[in-house]
């Protein structure tokens, strides 16, 4: 067949392959290839699984020939951030605490994913512990942003934005706690879904904050996305926070229709500051909505304004407890020569994890601590059930949310000179978490520099079907098309 | 103690125990991997058990069930909604750096514990009955320390009594009880040497009259019963004795060491460690609905406190059989199997007396326990019915029993066979007597004329002539008739 | 206002087990106090009555049977461990104090 196969959809990767007009072997060795040559410029890889990569490959050609089931997914190529546990295959949530740490189990969504035929090519970098939004906390490479190298990928999942976007993969899994997922898919112009909180198991998920993370898909399409959500959801019973509820044929939802479809705008989000080009491209897409039948509701979500100092206790608190985990004794990395036992414990965890792990680490110790702890953790978790019901009541007027993904387009490495800089970016995105709602970033638009912009939709608990449908419709009317970062193929 | 028993004139001593007693689950608390007790170092983990990133917890249904066996056999308040927390604390035997326990909302609150102490009833309130998981084992190795995670996530509940307890024998008292309990419950088997039951006391004194509660101390590694009082009591005379002196009580945790008697402080609890509670944000909320709750009602037997009360009243059994019976389920039961087959007002103290001196040592000399017995109760239940009405005397019956015992054979059927049924007819036996003593006519005259001793001779004649079938009862009576005294 | 205490950052860093440089700990009570000045504003909200939230779609807590599933080889189980001494892990010992 002609074109690289590097830049086709998982739908037609996974097609292409099921009719034997391209070998899983091909596509593999493509991408690897294309690894070899584009990656060390992009930093999005830490660890590229050529081996098993290949030998997945062969079976799954060895069964095309037996005319054997592939699988929804059989021989598409995945990358897998790197807080996801890969058994026999280094994890290191790109931290330093992990380097060096082979998992003897593989995740839940690994397990799927390889039963669905598909084929890890390899782990992707991130912020570490999935903590930041630029994956410039990544304690081994710095991933840089395909569309403009001298900006970031977004975080904390900037390997897999910047890998999908860069034909480095066919699509990639990634985390979202905050907008982890859906921001650095904005950023680098790709799709981005974290679903409802329990949809997908968290088992084989590094823990950051334990009632807010979520996996979700990157990928170039949105029905790629529909395709690898089917792929990984459903209940886990070894999740206890997983939910048993049936998972849809998600492909089946891109109907692309949108008429009568109730598109709620909340005036809290978009009274921020948020950049001209960026509300440029917001303006447009709403206008295509409404050309195809969309109505437009004006809506009030007032307890927006709560929403990050509530994430920016919650998750830490949760960190500071998921974390405690790591102190050089069964696994990861010790530090040398301690004298005592606490000695172990202070170097170890000193010397091991980054300064925004620590800083958000003593955030949640300090949030958690007793006397503390109502006015600080409990008192957050009430105000997430504030911000939920402000979505519950939205929900009885429209069917989903529109808002801007981001307050800007991606930024330059070390622009954000503070902590709390960094944290502002996530604005859009942390209620969703917070309320345990399903959220999608598809792309919209390019700013004049030629950066990508990305609307956010948000939808009902378990409705990521509704999210799908639309997201669809706003790729198909005013997404990038064939556009591709650098204009290179 | 004399020394002691003189402080404690003046001085009251309040103890308070938290007692954590291992559940007798297959599988761990939060994760599926085995519980067994002293197998290889670090064989019964796996990632959740260790703490591993990605892993998450998913608690056992067995654990729960027996939780609220014993939170309904204290009469407790059972919480509908339950949930764990995480108790943060840095040791090398807390792989993920927390436990999973309970804080705010634990499963059972507000129940009690009977004891029984000089035969009356004594209660002790229980504040808490709550889950959580255990640790694994930290041994010392000269300047290093060695790390077995088998016993990390056992499933253990903490019973936590009220600073209501005032002397030392009565928390051993307590001690005993909760152990007969939780295993009369089959909840566990709470072998204190396999460190599945243990005890921490919360120890502190004031003076007798004062309302005030004195400074505590906290009292660790009592793993042993007969440990409990010692250790206990060492501690009040220790803090007495400070208290006398001028001195003040440190509230501070001290190590018991059994075999130099003594206790060692441990840290200092003026700065109690922050343990950071929250609810666990992995495990939704435990919910005890009334299905759970009919379910466990119904599997629980009478308990222990109960039964002995039933034993004194309606059995009219003396307080230390009663206590006997009691301190095992297995014999309890085969005591009541046997009176429910031979009803009768007095049934029960003479099933009591040949269950425990005959049953009990004829098992004993074999090695048996009651649950091994090869005389069932309807079977011992035949052979009292049958010395009771008379049929055969008491004599017999000891050896029919130790037939019976021996070889399985019906009760009445050896009677049969060996024809050795009492004699009861006061003609026959006075036909007897009469030959007796006319036969023995010297010895007659020695008793009439007050040499009392003789009568046992006449009673010996009389059993001989009739192969020891004679109605022990009407014998004497008919020879003191014939004797004339 | 809760400007952190020197005093506070350095216990919360002993109970977290952070060994902070005297230059972190100086960044980190600065940083602290700036990002915890943020968060003043929950303090006035109502939340009276409100329940905590724990689920996007609420749910009771599943019981798993009593069935036990393998364990790790103990090999697989210690191989990750910086230090071992056979099947055991190995860590100094405390220094005063003895053991729990």
Not at chain 1, 304 to 328: K, M, Q
Not at chain 2, 269 to 280: G, I, L, Q, V
Not at chain 2, 422 to 438: F, G
Request: glycine fraction near 8%; proline fraction near 6%; include cysteine.
């Amino acid at each position: 067949m002609s074109g690289p196969t590097e830049w086709l959809s998982v739908t037609d990767t996974a097609q292409k392959i099921a009719t034997g007009e391209v070998s899983a072997a091909r596509v593999v060795e493509n991408y690897l290839a294309r690894i070899t040559n584009v990656d060390r410029e992009l930093n999005a890889y830490l660890t590229v699984t050529s081996d098993d990569a290949r030998k997945a490959a062969a079976d799954i050609d060895r069964k095309r020939a037996a005319n054997q089931p592939l699988g929804p997914l059989g021989g598409v190529p995945i990358a897998l951030k790197d807080n996801l546990v890969t058994k026999g295959t280094a994890t290191t949530a790109g931290s330093k605490i992990l380097d060096g740490w082979i998992p003897p189990y593989d995740g839940t969504v690994v397990e799927k994913l390889r039963a669905a035929g598909a084929i890890i090519l390899g782990k992707v970098n991130c912020d570490e512990f999935a903590m930041g939004s630029s994956t410039e906390r990544s304690a081994f490479k710095k991933t840089k942003n395909p569309w403009d190298t001298t900006r970031v990928p977004g975080g904390s999942s900037g390997g897999s934005s910047a890998a999908v976007a860069a034909g480095l993969c066919a699509a990639s899994l990634g985390t979202d706690t905050g907008g982890s997922i859906r921001q650095p898919a904005a950023f680098c112009g790709v799709v981005g879904l974290k679903p409802t909180y329990g949809r997908v198991s968290r088992w084989g998920v590094v823990a950051f904050a334990s009632s807010l993370d979520q996996v979700g898909p990157l990928t170039r399409t949105v029905r790629d996305a529909a395709l690898v959500l089917e792929a990984i959801a459903g209940l886990d019973p070894r999740d206890s926070t997983s939910l048993d509820a049936p998972v849809p044929r998600y492909a089946d939802a891109i109907t692309g229709e949108v008429r009568g479809l109730r598109v709620g705008i909340p005036h809290e989000y978009f009274e921020a500051t948020i950049d001209d080009e960026i509300r440029a491209a917001i303006d447009k897409t709403k206008a295509a909505l409404v050309e195809r039948g969309a109505i437009l509701v004006d809506i009030s979500l007032p307890n927006t304004v709560h929403a990050l100092p509530a994430y920016y206790i919650v998750a830490p608190a949760e960190a500071s407890s998921n974390l405690a985990r790591y102190d050089g004794i069964r696994f990861g990395k010790a530090a040398a020569g301690a004298k005592n036992l606490l000695d172990l414990y202070m170097k170890s965890r000193g010397s091991g994890f980054g300064p925004e792990v620590k800083r958000r680490i003593m955030l949640g110790t300090y949030a958690l601590r007793s006397g503390y702890y109502d006015a600080y953790y409990k008192k957050a978790q009430q105000i997430r059930t504030l911000i939920k019901r402000d979505f519950d009541k939205a929900f009885h007027h429209v069917d989903v949310v529109l808002t801007p993904t981001t307050p800007t387009a991606a930024f330059r490495f070390g622009s954000k000179a503070t902590p709390l800089d960094m944290y502002l970016a996530d604005i859009f995105t942390l209620s969703c978490n917070l309320a345990g709602l399903p959220g999608i970033s598809v792309p919209c638009g390019l700013t004049v520099d030629g950066l990508p912009v990305g609307v956010q939709l948000m939808g009902k608990p378990l409705d990521e079907a509704t999210l799908l449908r639309t997201a669809d419709v706003i790729e198909s009317a005013v997404g990038l098309g064939n556009r591709r970062p650098g204009g290179r193929s | 103690m004399t020394d002691l028993t003189e402080m404690l004139e003046s001085w009251e001593p309040v103890i308070g125990l938290e007692v954590h007693v291992q559940l007798a689950t297959l599988s761990k608390a939060f994760s599926p991997s085995a519980v067994k007790f002293g197998a290889p170092p670090n064989s019964l983990t796996d990632p959740a058990v260790l703490g591993m990133p990605g892993t998450l917890p998913t608690f056992n249904q067995h654990a729960l069930e027996l939780a609220l066996r014993l939170g309904v056999a204290t009469e407790s308040k059972i919480r509908a909604r339950a949930r764990f927390a995480r108790k943060h604390y840095f040791y090398p035997d807390q792989p993920k750096g927390y436990q999973i326990s309970q804080y705010d909302e634990p499963l059972c609150e507000d129940g009690h514990l009977d004891l029984i102490i000089a035969g009356e009833v004594r209660r002790v309130r229980l504040q808490r009955i709550h889950l959580e998981e255990d640790a694994g084992k930290n041994t010392h190795v000269g300047a290093l320390s060695q790390v077995d995670l088998n016993r990390a996530g056992v499933p253990l509940v903490e019973v936590v009594t009220a600073p209501e307890i005032y002397s030392s024998e009565e928390a051993a008292e307590f001690m005993r009880a909760l152990h007969r309990l939780v295993r009369w419950l089959e909840i566990s088997e709470a072998d204190m040497e396999k460190g599945q039951m243990r005890c921490d006391a919360n120890v502190s004194v004031r003076r007798r009259g004062e309302d005030r509660l004195g400074t505590r101390t906290e009292l660790k590694n009592i793993n042993s019963f007969r440990f409990v009082q010692n250790a206990i009591e060492h501690e009040i005379a220790r803090q007495i004795r400070l208290l006398d002196d001028g001195q003040r009580i440190i509230q501070e945790t001290r190590l018991w060491d059994s075999e130099r008697g003594t206790s060692e402080s441990m840290r200092s609890k003026e700065t109690a460690e922050d343990y950071r509670y929250f609810p666990d944000p992995d495990l939704p909320p435990v919910v005890v609905d009334a299905p759970l709750m009919g379910t466990i009602l119904r599997s629980l037997p009478e308990l222990p406190t109960q039964r002995f009360l039933r034993y004194q009243k309606t059995h009219g059994l003396a307080a230390d059989d009663a206590r006997t019976l009691i301190s095992d389920r297995a014999l309890a039961e085969y005591f009541d199997a046997a009176v429910k087959a031979h009803p009768g007002d007095s049934s029960g103290r003479m099933i009591a007396n040949w269950l425990l001196t005959e049953l009990l040592g004829a098992l004993n000399a074999d090695a048996k326990t009651i649950e091994d017995t090869p005389m069932p109760p309807e079977r011992l239940s035949e052979l009292l019915r049958l010395v009771e009405d008379g049929t055969i005397s008491g004599k017999i019956g000891k050896e029919i029993f130790e037939e019976s015992y021996r070889t399985g054979e019906a009760p009445h059927e050896i009677v049969e066979r060996r024809g050795v049924q009492q004699i009861s007819d006061e003609a026959a036996l006075w036909e007897i007597v009469e030959q007796v003593v006319t036969a023995n006519a010297k010895q007659a005259e020695a008793y009439a004329s007050g040499k009392d001793g003789l009568f046992g001779f006449f009673v010996g004649q009389v059993m001989k002539a009739t192969n020891g079938r004679a109605n022990p009862v009407i014998t004497s009576d008919l020879l003191h008739k014939r004797l004339g005294r | 206002m809760p400007q952190l205490t020197r005093k506070e950052v350095d216990e919360i860093a002993m109970l977290a087990r952070l060994h902070l440089e005297p230059d972190e700990a100086m960044r980190m009570q600065d940083e602290l106090g700036k990002i915890l000045d943020h968060f003043l504003a929950l303090a006035t909200v109502d939340t009276d009555g409100v329940p905590a939230m724990t689920h996007a779609v609420p749910m009771d807590l599943r019981l798993r049977p009593d069935e036990v599933a393998p364990s790790l080889p103990t090999g697989e189980a210690v191989r990750a461990a910086p230090a071992r001494e056979g099947d055991l892990f190995v860590v100094p010992a405390i220094i005063g104090g003895g053991d729990k």
